[in-house]
């Protein structure tokens, strides 16, 4: 029988000894002058960076929003950089999807199928419907927003109810959920002591951004996500693929020293 999501996720992280997930975020703002900012010259720089470090990382997560604002060529774009990947890392299309069930569907046909994406980022503010055609494959997983890393996720996400926060709720409806053990919770860097409230609820996997650039402590991170024997999927983004000059072995160096910071904490 197949894996599960979850359990893919487990077994490729102890193959490739990383729990470091890459985000091919690009931005040519932010690329220096002396590189092709063209999509071409993207798309080549992009298949640099994953031949070089995808025996270094776990996963690589596109956020869609960057590859949209180019509209077509840049989907088509985001289509060849997932097929290149080729299932040599876990690829996560963080495109915080969130509809009514015959809408979200779709939306898990272009994800899963058409692109060929391995797991997606979720919203749960419209209830299970949001989420519950993303996990009908037990191998393709489902991060599901609970705890984020902005400054303005408390807005909606502290608010309570009785007895539970919001995130609260949310982590635990995921866990009902969680029959066909694929779903795994968007849990930001940035509040170690909601991170361990969350953790004291369930086992479920960690997508965890705000590490760097926003300031989230990267050891706390890690030992809170991996207690009850589950796996906390750190990312970066800015901090590697904008590292130094933006050459390769720039990033290259970056995804190394990201990736021994993670594993020395277990040691």
Avoid at 36 to 52: A, M, T
Avoid at 115 to 133: E, K, L, N, Q, R
Avoid at 199 to 215: E, K, M, T, V
């Amino acid at each position: 029988m197949i894996d599960t999501f979850n359990q893919r996720l487990k077994k490729d992280s102890m193959q490739k000894n990383s729990k470091l997930c890459i985000g091919l975020d690009i931005d040519p703002d932010r690329m220096p002058d002396y590189m092709d900012k063209s999509l071409q010259g993207i798309e080549s720089h992009l298949k640099d960076i994953i031949d070089s470090t995808t025996e270094i990382c776990l996963a690589y997560k596109l956020n869609m929003a960057f590859y949209e604002q180019f509209g077509f060529k840049g989907y088509e774009l985001m289509e060849k950089i997932v097929s290149y990947i080729d299932g040599r890392n876990i690829t996560v299309a963080d495109g915080k999807r969130g509809d009514i069930g015959n809408t979200t569907k779709k939306y898990a046909i272009a994800i899963f199928d058409t692109i060929g994406f391995d797991s997606i980022t979720v919203s749960a503010y419209m209830g299970a419907d949001s989420i519950i055609p993303f996990i009908s494959n037990r191998a393709k997983g489902t991060f599901v927003l609970c705890l984020t890393s902005n400054k303005s996720g408390k807005d909606i996400q502290e608010f309570k109810n009785n007895n539970d926060t919001m995130y609260e709720y949310i982590s635990k409806l995921c866990n009902k959920l969680n029959i066909n053990d694929n779903i795994g919770l968007v849990v930001g860097a940035t509040n170690p002591e909601n991170m361990e409230q969350i953790r004291s609820l369930n086992s479920l996997p960690w997508l965890i951004p705000g590490i760097g650039a926003q300031g989230g402590d990267l050891e706390q991170s890690v030992t809170i996500s991996n207690k009850k024997n589950s796996i906390g999927l750190i990312n970066v983004s800015r901090g590697i693929l904008f590292a130094g000059d933006c050459s390769i072995h720039d990033v290259v160096k970056a995804t190394e020293n990201y990736n021994d910071k993670i594993n020395g904490f277990f040691k």
